[in-house]
T-cell receptor, first 112, second 112 residues
Framework: QKEVEQDPGPLSVPEGAIVSLNCTYSNSAFQYFMWYRQYSRKGPELLMYTYSSGNKEDGRFTAQVDKSSKYISLFIRDSQPSDSATYLCAMTFTGGGNKLTFGTGTQLKVEL | EAGVAQSPRYKIIEKRQSVAFWCNPISGHATLYWYQQILGQGPKLLIQFQNNGVVDDSQLPKDRFSAERLKGVDSTLKIQPAKLEDSAVYLC??????????FGPGTRLTVL
């Protein structure tokens, strides 16, 4: 079993839809949770960063962490064609030396 | 501020040949990471440097992979000899201590 599981998609939605992306994990030591966005032939870029459980909102993006269920989510409101990319969840823990464990990524396509 | 620079962007070699990748991190970032991203998977950490010292190389296949970071700035990752399964994107990232990791565009390696 992988430490971090993520549905690879692809996920195709119409413009303006609400998108829900999810990851589950098995290591209860994870405390810091990130979402990276990766455009084709580019490196990942940090989108959202949360610590422990709860919600965090930034514009059209909301990150949600449920540590009791070992489940994290990223919601994208009013999705745009420019949101088409691969979304990677990543996580680490205190004392982990900033070593990130990534999910496999979910490929998202927002269509006009 | 200039981002993480990597070269070459693409490389095609035959199995058993050797190859080297170069990374220039963001100025002032003491921590440098090399990741391997196989198609359809998330990045996997190969090696982490703090200045010019190795922090974590537990997932580096040391029989064929080597990396160095002389003078605590630029870094090179070498594969010798390459195998077919080494075909992947090699991502370099840097961070200020254990802060947010910033990724370069990656080097796409194809081993024939």
């Amino acid at each position: 079993q992988k430490e971090v599981e993520q549905d690879p998609g692809p996920l195709s939605v119409p413009e303006g839809a609400i998108v829900s992306l999810n990851c589950t994990y098995s290591n209860s030591a994870f405390q810091y949770f990130m979402w990276y966005r990766q455009y084709s032939r580019k490196g990942p870029e940090l989108l959202m960063y949360t610590y422990s459980s709860g919600n965090k909102e930034d514009g059209r993006f909301t990150a949600q962490v449920d540590k009791s269920s070992k489940y994290i989510s990223l919601f994208i409101r009013d999705s745009q064609p420019s949101d088409s990319a691969t979304y990677l969840c990543a996580m680490t823990f205190t004392g982990g030396g900033n070593k990130l464990t990534f999910g496999t990524g979910t490929q998202l396509k927002v269509e006009l | 501020e200039a981002g993480v620079a990597q070269s070459p962007r693409y490389k095609i070699i035959e199995k058993r040949q050797s190859v080297a990748f170069w990374c220039n991190p963001i100025s002032g970032h003491a921590t440098l990471y090399w990741y391997q991203q196989i198609l359809g998977q998330g990045p996997k950490l190969l090696i982490q440097f703090q200045n010019n010292g190795v922090v974590d190389d537990s997932q580096l296949p040391k029989d064929r992979f080597s990396a160095e970071r002389l003078k605590g700035v630029d870094s090179t990752l070498k594969i010798q000899p390459a195998k077919l399964e080494d075909s992947a994107v090699y991502l370099c990232a840097s961070s200020f201590a254990t802060d947010t990791q910033y990724f370069g565009p990656g080097t796409r390696l194809t081993v024939l």
